[in-house]
Protein backbone atom coordinates (compact mmCIF):
# COMPACT_ATOMS: atom_id res chain seq x y z
CA UNK A 1 0.00 0.00 0.00
CA UNK A 2 1.08 3.61 -0.46
CA UNK A 3 -0.14 4.89 3.15
CA UNK A 4 1.71 3.94 7.03
CA UNK A 5 -0.72 1.35 7.92
CA UNK A 6 -1.22 0.52 11.44
CA UNK A 7 -2.50 -2.89 13.48
CA UNK A 8 -4.26 -3.90 14.77
CA UNK A 9 -6.43 -0.70 14.30
CA UNK A 10 -8.36 -1.70 17.49
CA UNK A 11 -7.51 -3.29 20.59
CA UNK A 12 -8.99 -4.42 24.07
CA UNK A 13 -7.06 -5.57 26.59
CA UNK A 14 -7.34 -6.50 30.51
CA UNK A 15 -5.26 -4.02 33.24
CA UNK A 16 -2.11 -6.16 33.36
CA UNK A 17 -1.74 -7.14 30.17
CA UNK A 18 0.74 -6.42 27.76
CA UNK A 19 0.24 -5.34 24.09
CA UNK A 20 2.52 -4.53 21.13
CA UNK A 21 1.31 -1.99 18.38
CA UNK A 22 2.70 -2.47 15.17
CA UNK A 23 3.53 0.51 12.61
CA UNK A 24 4.14 0.10 8.84
CA UNK A 25 5.72 3.05 7.55
CA UNK A 26 5.65 3.98 3.78
CA UNK A 27 8.74 2.43 2.10
CA UNK A 28 11.66 4.26 2.28
CA UNK A 29 10.68 6.81 4.66
CA UNK A 30 13.58 7.17 7.34
CA UNK A 31 11.63 8.91 10.29
CA UNK A 32 9.67 7.06 12.37
CA UNK A 33 7.03 8.69 15.10
CA UNK A 34 4.58 7.46 17.75
CA UNK A 35 2.81 9.58 18.94
CA UNK A 36 -0.52 8.86 21.70
CA UNK A 37 -3.85 10.69 20.84
CA UNK A 38 -6.59 11.03 23.71
CA UNK A 39 -10.19 11.76 23.06
CA UNK A 40 -10.13 15.46 22.52
CA UNK A 41 -6.59 16.21 22.54
CA UNK A 42 -4.07 16.15 20.38
CA UNK A 43 -1.31 14.24 19.34
CA UNK A 44 1.18 13.81 21.99
CA UNK A 45 4.39 13.23 20.87
CA UNK A 46 5.91 9.76 22.68
CA UNK A 47 9.08 8.39 20.25
CA UNK A 48 11.51 9.15 17.03
CA UNK A 49 13.25 6.96 14.81
CA UNK A 50 15.59 7.93 12.08
CA UNK A 51 16.05 4.58 10.77
CA UNK A 52 16.69 2.12 13.38
CA UNK A 53 18.32 4.18 15.72
CA UNK A 54 15.19 5.82 18.11
CA UNK A 55 17.19 9.49 18.52
CA UNK A 56 14.22 10.53 20.95
CA UNK A 57 11.87 8.88 23.61
CA UNK A 58 11.69 12.02 25.79
CA UNK A 59 7.34 11.18 25.39
CA UNK A 60 7.38 7.82 26.65
CA UNK A 61 5.69 8.79 30.05
CA UNK A 62 6.50 5.35 31.86
CA UNK A 63 8.91 2.30 31.49
CA UNK A 64 5.85 -0.27 30.44
CA UNK A 65 6.70 1.87 27.04
CA UNK A 66 9.16 0.15 24.82
CA UNK A 67 9.28 0.81 21.28
CA UNK A 68 11.90 -0.79 18.58
CA UNK A 69 12.64 -0.58 14.91
CA UNK A 70 15.67 -2.87 14.40
CA UNK A 71 15.86 -2.94 10.47
CA UNK A 72 14.89 0.63 10.02
CA UNK A 73 11.20 0.13 8.78
CA UNK A 74 8.76 -1.38 10.65
CA UNK A 75 8.12 -0.18 14.32
CA UNK A 76 6.56 -1.87 17.47
CA UNK A 77 5.33 -0.15 20.45
CA UNK A 78 4.93 -1.62 23.24
CA UNK A 79 3.02 -1.61 26.48
CA UNK A 80 3.61 -4.10 29.50
CA UNK A 81 1.37 -4.38 32.42
CA UNK A 82 -1.33 -2.42 30.91
CA UNK A 83 -3.10 0.25 32.98
CA UNK A 84 -6.48 2.54 32.09
CA UNK A 85 -4.80 5.45 31.90
CA UNK A 86 -3.08 3.75 28.93
CA UNK A 87 -6.28 4.01 27.12
CA UNK A 88 -5.58 6.19 23.97
CA UNK A 89 -5.48 6.45 20.27
CA UNK A 90 -1.77 5.48 19.18
CA UNK A 91 -0.94 7.14 15.88
CA UNK A 92 2.36 6.23 13.88
CA UNK A 93 3.74 8.78 11.13
CA UNK A 94 6.58 8.63 8.66
CA UNK A 95 8.68 11.40 6.87
CA UNK A 96 10.74 10.97 4.14
CA UNK A 97 13.73 12.17 5.78
CA UNK A 98 15.23 13.71 8.68
CA UNK A 99 14.73 17.52 8.25
CA UNK A 100 11.21 16.53 6.11
CA UNK A 101 8.96 18.04 8.66
CA UNK A 102 5.61 16.44 6.36
CA UNK A 103 4.27 13.95 8.25
CA UNK A 104 2.14 11.07 6.53
CA UNK A 105 0.34 9.71 9.56
CA UNK A 106 -1.30 6.13 9.66
CA UNK A 107 -5.07 5.52 10.90
CA UNK A 108 -3.85 4.63 14.46
CA UNK A 109 -5.24 1.96 16.79
CA UNK A 110 -7.91 2.12 19.61
CA UNK A 111 -6.38 0.97 22.93
CA UNK A 112 -8.88 -0.01 25.37
CA UNK A 113 -7.75 -0.84 28.61
CA UNK A 114 -10.36 -2.59 31.02
CA UNK B 1 4.22 24.54 27.28
CA UNK B 2 5.46 25.04 23.76
CA UNK B 3 2.33 23.70 21.89
CA UNK B 4 0.23 25.43 19.78
CA UNK B 5 -3.10 26.27 20.95
CA UNK B 6 -5.79 26.47 18.62
CA UNK B 7 -8.63 29.40 18.62
CA UNK B 8 -12.02 28.34 18.78
CA UNK B 9 -11.70 25.39 20.36
CA UNK B 10 -15.39 24.55 18.08
CA UNK B 11 -16.63 26.15 15.18
CA UNK B 12 -19.97 25.98 13.60
CA UNK B 13 -20.75 27.41 9.81
CA UNK B 14 -22.91 26.91 6.68
CA UNK B 15 -21.85 25.23 3.79
CA UNK B 16 -20.29 27.98 1.49
CA UNK B 17 -18.96 30.26 4.10
CA UNK B 18 -15.24 31.18 5.23
CA UNK B 19 -13.61 29.31 8.26
CA UNK B 20 -11.18 31.12 10.02
CA UNK B 21 -8.93 29.03 12.64
CA UNK B 22 -6.10 30.52 14.91
CA UNK B 23 -3.17 29.37 16.25
CA UNK B 24 -0.79 30.61 18.89
CA UNK B 25 2.32 29.32 20.38
CA UNK B 26 5.14 30.69 23.04
CA UNK B 27 8.66 29.82 22.00
CA UNK B 28 10.79 30.08 18.40
CA UNK B 29 9.80 28.35 15.81
CA UNK B 30 11.29 26.71 13.18
CA UNK B 31 7.75 25.99 11.23
CA UNK B 32 4.34 25.34 11.83
CA UNK B 33 2.35 22.69 10.28
CA UNK B 34 -1.85 22.23 10.13
CA UNK B 35 -3.56 19.15 9.45
CA UNK B 36 -6.95 17.92 9.15
CA UNK B 37 -8.12 14.60 11.37
CA UNK B 38 -11.42 13.12 10.05
CA UNK B 39 -13.36 10.98 13.13
CA UNK B 40 -11.89 8.05 13.66
CA UNK B 41 -8.81 8.69 11.10
CA UNK B 42 -4.83 9.61 11.29
CA UNK B 43 -4.35 12.99 10.48
CA UNK B 44 -3.53 15.14 6.91
CA UNK B 45 -0.74 17.23 6.43
CA UNK B 46 -2.15 20.62 4.67
CA UNK B 47 0.07 23.10 4.61
CA UNK B 48 3.88 23.88 6.71
CA UNK B 49 5.17 27.33 6.27
CA UNK B 50 8.54 28.58 7.76
CA UNK B 51 9.48 31.00 10.28
CA UNK B 52 10.51 33.43 7.38
CA UNK B 53 7.42 33.21 5.74
CA UNK B 54 4.48 34.97 5.68
CA UNK B 55 1.51 33.50 3.91
CA UNK B 56 1.08 30.24 1.70
CA UNK B 57 -1.48 28.88 -0.22
CA UNK B 58 -2.74 25.82 -0.76
CA UNK B 59 -6.21 25.63 -3.46
CA UNK B 60 -9.14 27.03 -1.09
CA UNK B 61 -6.41 26.76 2.04
CA UNK B 62 -4.68 29.96 3.47
CA UNK B 63 -2.44 30.23 6.25
CA UNK B 64 -0.77 33.12 7.82
CA UNK B 65 2.47 33.57 10.55
CA UNK B 66 2.58 36.22 12.15
CA UNK B 67 6.23 35.82 14.41
CA UNK B 68 6.32 38.74 16.54
CA UNK B 69 2.72 37.72 17.27
CA UNK B 70 3.48 33.83 17.90
CA UNK B 71 0.32 33.37 16.21
CA UNK B 72 -1.16 31.32 12.87
CA UNK B 73 -4.23 31.31 11.22
CA UNK B 74 -5.95 28.82 8.89
CA UNK B 75 -8.66 29.68 6.48
CA UNK B 76 -10.72 27.30 4.69
CA UNK B 77 -12.65 29.60 2.18
CA UNK B 78 -16.10 28.33 0.31
CA UNK B 79 -16.36 25.67 2.90
CA UNK B 80 -18.13 22.30 1.66
CA UNK B 81 -19.99 20.00 4.01
CA UNK B 82 -16.67 17.64 3.46
CA UNK B 83 -14.05 20.03 5.47
CA UNK B 84 -15.84 19.28 8.53
CA UNK B 85 -12.91 17.70 10.64
CA UNK B 86 -10.66 18.87 14.00
CA UNK B 87 -7.87 20.80 12.60
CA UNK B 88 -4.56 21.14 14.13
CA UNK B 89 -1.45 23.23 14.26
CA UNK B 90 1.90 21.71 14.81
CA UNK B 91 5.17 23.16 16.06
CA UNK B 92 8.32 22.91 15.54
CA UNK B 93 11.31 24.25 17.92
CA UNK B 94 14.89 24.81 17.36
CA UNK B 95 15.58 22.96 20.12
CA UNK B 96 13.61 19.88 19.20
CA UNK B 97 14.89 16.94 17.40
CA UNK B 98 14.57 17.05 13.75
CA UNK B 99 11.30 16.71 12.43
CA UNK B 100 9.38 16.73 15.63
CA UNK B 101 6.51 18.21 15.90
CA UNK B 102 4.54 19.70 19.07
CA UNK B 103 0.79 19.38 18.51
CA UNK B 104 -2.46 21.48 20.32
CA UNK B 105 -5.85 20.26 21.17
CA UNK B 106 -7.24 21.05 18.00
CA UNK B 107 -11.00 22.95 16.49
CA UNK B 108 -13.39 21.29 15.52
CA UNK B 109 -15.21 22.59 12.53
CA UNK B 110 -18.50 21.67 11.18
CA UNK B 111 -20.12 22.68 8.05
CA UNK B 112 -23.53 22.27 7.83
CA UNK B 113 -25.00 21.63 4.25
Known amino acids: GAGVSQSPRYKVAKRGQDVALRCDPISGHVSLFWYQQALGQGPEFLTY????????KSGLPSDRFFAERPEGSVSTLKIQRTQQEDSAVYLC????????????FGPGTRLTVT | SQQGEEDPQALSIQEGENATMNCSYK?????LQWYRQNSGRGLVHLIL?????REKHSGRLRVTLDTSKKSSSLLITASRAADTASYFCAISTPDTNAGKSTFGDGTTLTVKP
Open chain 2, 27 to 31: TSINN
Open chain 1, 93 to 104: ASSLAMAAYEQY
Open chain 1, 49 to 56: FQNEAQLD
Open chain 2, 49 to 53: IRSNE
